[in-house]
Nanobody, 124 residues
């Protein structure tokens, strides 16, 4: 059975940092990513990474502040978030897929599996 479990969320002041982790079990994945959903808004793409980290992609809103990485041996993906802003407040979800296609990686539909989410709150 495939499971994704996120951790590392919390409350932080603007300008601070957090590191999110997502551990997967049940199989390996070609592409993994992070999405977020704020209250009253749709789930939006944050970052994605292909196996071995050969490809990465970031939303413009987080580029230069967030870094995605993965450990394929542990089947884990991380999101290092620096210079956090109040608008980064959301529930962050880890997604994963066995599909090798990269062109549609910013769409939530490209991911077959999801974690339960971890709350990130940034105070001003």
């Amino acid at each position: 059975q495939v499971q994704l479990v996120e951790s590392g969320g919390g409350l932080v002041q603007a300008g601070g940092s957090l590191r999110l982790s997502c551990v997967a079990s049940g199989r390996t994945f070609s592409n993994m990513g992070w999405f977020r959903q704020a209250p009253g808004k749709e789930r939006e793409f944050v970052a994605s990474i292909s196996m071995k980290g050969l490809n990465t992609d970031y939303a413009d809103s987080v580029k230069g502040r967030f870094t995605i990485s993965r450990d394929d041996a542990k089947i884990m993906v991380y999101l290092q978030m620096n210079s956090l802003l109040p608008e980064d407040t959301a529930v962050y979800y880890c997604g994963a897929t066995g599909d090798w296609d990269w062109y549609n990686i910013r769409s939530a539909r490209a991911y077959e599996y999801w974690g339960q989410g971890t709350q990130v709150t940034v105070s001003s």
